[in-house]
C-alpha cells in the first residue's frame, strides 16, 4: 500500500485556501490567459470536437468547455471526497472513446462504502447511462487508447495495464523501486540518512501516451520526491521482457507527458517538494524537450500542482492546476 499512500501524497489537494503563488509566466514567444474555477480541483482533460473535457476532483463532476468560454457541467456525479489521510479522490480523467466518454475513477472516499464506479473505468453511453468496463485496479490515474484497446495507469500498483473493451486485461509492466542517491538524501537529513545508508521508493507511474509504436510513461517517484528524481520511460507497445528504456531523467516529480504537432516531449512537472511545506508553491513547470539534442526549454513556468497537458493543435496548449485553473498556451504566429 505504499505506492497508494504516495500517489495519494503527491496529488493531494491544497484548496484554494491555501493561496496561490506568484502568476505563472510563459516563455518568450507564447501567450498566456487563464481561466479560474473557484473552488474547483481541475485534473483530466482531453479534447472532444471543438469542446474541451475536464474532470473536477472536488464535485466528482465533468464539465465541457466550448467556444464561448463557459464551464457547464454534465453526467453523473462521480464518487469523490477524501481518503484515509485527508486528501482527495474522484474522477481523474475523462476520454471521448467512440459513442462513449470513458472516465478514470480514483478509489472510495474514507467517508463512503465501496460502490460500482470506484477504482474504475467507466463508460457513459449516449444515453447517459453508466457501464463499468473493469473496476480490477488500485487507483488508475490516466489511460490512452489506441484501436480499441486501453493502456491504463495503475499508479498504487506500480504499473501499466492493457486492457481490452471487454475487460479483459493483462499487466503489460510493472515498474521496480527507485534507488536513491545516498548524497541526495543526506541533504534531505544528514542525521538520518548515512554514507553507507541506501534509499528506494515506489516508481508511481502517473502521466501515459503513445507515440511511434512506443508507450511513454512518466514515474513522478515516491516519498520524499527529491529533486531530480523523476523519469520518463517508454517500452514497445506490443511488450516484452526487456526493462523499460529510460529516456529523460533529472525531473521534479513529472506527473503528464504529451508531444506537441513538431514532434518535442512535453513534461508536466508538478514542483519541487519540502518537508515542511510540502510541494512548494510556483514550483511546478511545463518543459519542451528534443529527445534527439535531450535540449530543454521552459515553456511555462510558476505553476502550483498542476496536474494534466493536452495539446490541442499546433499551437495551442491547456494545463490544468488543482487550485482550479486552466491556463491556455499559446505560440505567438511568427512573422
Same mark, same amino acid.
Given at each position: ?102 472516465v478514470a475513477q480514483g478509489w472510495t472516499p474514507v467517508d463512503a462504502g465501496e460502490g460500482p464506479l470506484d477504482h474504475a473505468l467507466v463508460a457513459i453511453g449516449e444515453d447517459g447511462n453508466t457501464r463499468v468496463i473493469s473496476s480490477d485496479f488500485w487507483n488508475p490515474f490516466d489511460f490512452t487508447v489506441s484501436n480499441g484497446t486501453y493502456y491504463v495507469i495503475d499508479s498504487a ?53 503513445? #507515440?511511434?509504436?512506443? /508507450?511513454?510513461? !512518466? ?6 520526491? $527529491?529533486? %531530480?528524481?523523476?523519469?520518463? +520511460? @517508454? ?49 511546478? #513547470?511545463?518543459?519542451? /524537450?528534443?529527445? !534527439? ?6 515553456? $511555462?513556468? %510558476?505553476?502550483?500542482?498542476? +496536474? @494534466? ?27
Amino acid at each position: 500500500m505504499r505506492s497508494l499512500r504516495t500517489l495519494i501524497i503527491a496529488i493531494g489537494l491544497v484548496f484554494l485556501a491555501a493561496g496561490a503563488a506568484a502568476d505563472p509566466v510563459a516563455a518568450p514567444g507564447y501567450r498566456l490567459e487563464t481561466v479560474s474555477k473557484p473552488g474547483a480541483a481541475l485534473s483530466g482533460l482531453s479534447r472532444d470536437g471543438e469542446g474541451l473535457l475536464v474532470t473536477d476532483l472536488a464535485s466528482g463532476r465533468l464539465y465541457r468547455r466550448e467556444a464561448d468560454g463557459e464551464l457547464v457541467a454534465f453526467g453523473p456525479v462521480f464518487p469523490h471526497g477524501l481518503d484515509v489521510i485527508g486528501d482527495p479522490t474522484g474522477p481523474y480523467r475523462v476520454v471521448r472513446v467512440g459513442d462513449s466518454l470513458v472516465v478514470a475513477q480514483g478509489w472510495t472516499p474514507v467517508d463512503a462504502g465501496e460502490g460500482p464506479l470506484d477504482h474504475a473505468l467507466v463508460a457513459i453511453g449516449e444515453d447517459g447511462n453508466t457501464r463499468v468496463i473493469s473496476s480490477d485496479f488500485w487507483n488508475p490515474f490516466d489511460f490512452t487508447v489506441s484501436n480499441g484497446t486501453y493502456y491504463v495507469i495503475d499508479s498504487a500498483r506500480n504499473s501499466v495495464e492493457r486492457m481490452q473493451a471487454d475487460g479483459r486485461k493483462q499487466t503489460l509492466m510493472t515498474f521496480r523501486r527507485l534507488k536513491q542517491e545516498t548524497t541526495a538524501l543526506q541533504q534531505l537529513s544528514p542525521t538520518e540518512f548515512t554514507e553507507e545508508s541506501s534509499y528506494e521508493v515506489d516508481a508511481v507511474p502517473t502521466g501515459i501516451t503513445l #507515440r511511434d509504436g512506443r /508507450i511513454h510513461v !512518466a514515474l513522478f517517484g515516491g516519498f520524499p520526491f $527529491l529533486d %531530480g528524481a523523476g523519469k520518463v +520511460v @517508454s517500452a514497445p507497445e506490443t511488450g516484452g521482457t526487456a526493462p523499460p528504456q529510460v529516456d529523460v531523467e533529472g525531473l521534479n516529480a513529472p506527473v503528464a507527458i504529451a508531444f506537441d504537432t513538431d514532434g518535442g516531449m512535453l513534461v508536466l512537472e508538478h514542483g519541487r517538494y519540502n518537508q515542511r511545506e510540502g510541494f512548494l508553491k510556483g514550483s511546478g #513547470r511545463l518543459l519542451k /524537450i528534443d529527445k !534527439a539534442t535531450a535540449a530543454r526549454q521552459t515553456i $511555462l513556468e %510558476g505553476l502550483t500542482r498542476p +496536474v @494534466s497537458v493536452l495539446v490541442w493543435d499546433e499551437r495551442r496548449l491547456v494545463v490544468s492546476e488543482l487550485a482550479g485553473n486552466l491556463h491556455f498556451l499559446t505560440r505567438k504566429a511568427t512573422p
